[in-house]
């Protein structure tokens, strides 16, 4: 009975087309469409107000209302599958990405997936980043064959859109104008201490970080930058990685541990 | 089995836009109050600011996703992640509600009202145990905001809540401003509910405010919103419990349009002051 009662009343809070159920009354009628309508509205808006704390600048980009909307017709048909909504919202980008209504805007699923990267390093472990002069002490010869283990909040996010300028501009970090270069931008999430933090870096540099991320040794990493940008400069690129926050260890190759 | 024991004095619930605030201009708060399900990341700002909190006020850790009222089975890797929240921060207390938020594998986001029965009440006490057992703590049963009734109920709500405490040894969450928002919508009265109410097992105070609206019939339909400042009718019927129950911890619940630190602070403050005038002696 309890069982058959909650299925009836968590059916039909996400599908409007359902009647009332008809276990519920109330005092004042026996179909109380507007009083369970307080539990129809609070699960949709409810939800939608979570992805909005989890998506501010895409919410900024298409406006409250538009936002709302498209929101609400996520939640109902991507309920979440856990009480802990930190990360929920991770199928997000993909139903921007086929919202009829946001079309016009072709960037807007790698904003979503940018805010997404940075949610997830606000949450992720905490854990101290390597020291940025670690690779001084490792000689030239041994460099090739290392590789790098990165911070669990440290994700790359590339787009064929200027999206770090754009998520910049509605965040609030730059002037809100018009883009004259519009160009493909890549981003590196991080958040070394406790603030988040979203840098733009070049193509070369997106993929040295993907290669090695997916555990390719530097000199592997290093021929597909090259592949990609032929002036690729890894000394600059290594230099500003150790800075970054994103590292928190270097691990030599074992053959050269001896 | 360790029992709650929040101060007898005025929390409030902590809000990450306070931490600045909070940290520049220390007040005596009697506890903060965090929702659980807040602090189960890895890691970050959540829990560096919560670890702040903590060596410095009473907290509680209120849970709003165990869904204690399902007919199925409590999540146990959620019962997992509370208990290592409470081996974390040892909170003077833990609770959650006498609702249900999730069914099957898909997580609701509210808290749903369910039948007053004695297979209800069975269950609700199975899953009451199971917390404490779980937690090796006695746990705060917080009473609903309720919008609406099932036909099938045999069971007041206060006799249910006493037959749980009663049952499991919880302890319970008087929530005052869902006992005029049920009452209200229920056409009952907050004060006769109130008076059936089993204040000896009650560990903690909630207050909040709440929206006004009408059913389809134009009766008072109260909407449990957390928004706004606690209504003068709520304030009433608390000072009323108060002058019968001595001092107990109470929190202003402030949860949405989150005011700034100095608006809930007076809030605290004049549920500060409730507390402070049951504690003079009556003769005095």
Known sequence: ?258 | MKRAKLPADAGVGFKPEHFTAIAQEPRPIGFFEVHAENYMGDGGPPHAQLTRIRENYALSLHGVGLSIGSAQDLDRDHLVRLKSLCTRYQPESFSEHLAWSSHDTTFLNDLLPLPYTQETLLRVAEHVDQVQETLGRQMLLENPATYLLFAESTISETEFLAEIARRTSCGLLLDVNNVFVSATNHGLDAAAYLKAFPLAHVGEIHLSGHAVTQDETGAPLLIDTHDTQVADPVWALYESVIARTGPIASLVEWDDNIPAWPVLVREAQAVQTILDRARRPAAA
């Open chain 1, 1 to 258: 009975m309890m069982s058959i009662t909650q299925s009836r009343f968590a059916e039909a809070l996400l599908d409007r087309t359902r009647p009332v159920p008809a276990e519920v009354t109330s005092w004042t009628s026996s179909e109380p469409v507007r009083r369970y309508g307080v539990y129809r509205n609070n699960v949709a808006s409810g939800l939608a107000r979570a992805l909005a704390a989890r998506f501010p600048v895409t919410e900024k980009i298409v406006g409250e209302e538009f936002f709302t909307a498209m929101a609400r017709d996520f939640v109902l048909t991507h309920p979440p599958t856990s009480p802990v909504l930190l990360h929920y919202g991770a199928d997000f980008t993909g139903f921007v990405a086929d919202f009829v209504p946001a079309a016009s805007l072709p960037y807007l699923p790698d904003i979503v997936r940018l805010e997404d990267a940075q949610i997830r390093a606000y949450h992720a472990r905490d854990i101290a980043p390597i020291a940025p002069d670690v690779l001084m002490r490792i000689t030239s010869e041994r460099m090739s064959g290392l590789s790098f283990r990165f911070h669990p909040a440290a994700s790359i996010v590339r787009s064929a859109f200027p999206i770090v300028t754009i998520w910049s501009m509605n965040a609030g970090l730059l002037p809100l104008a018009p883009i004259e270069d519009w160009r493909a931008e890549d981003a590196l999430v991080t958040r070394p201490e406790l603030s988040v933090v979203t840098r733009q870096i070049s193509p070369g540099s997106a993929i040295l970080l993907l290669a090695l991320m997916r555990d390719a040794t530097l000199g592997e990493a290093f021929d597909e930058a090259l592949q990609a940008d032929p002036d690729f400069d890894l000394g600059r690129n290594l230099a500003e990685l150790m800075r970054s926050g994103a590292l928190v260890d270097i691990v030599a190759e074992p053959s050269l541990e001896a």
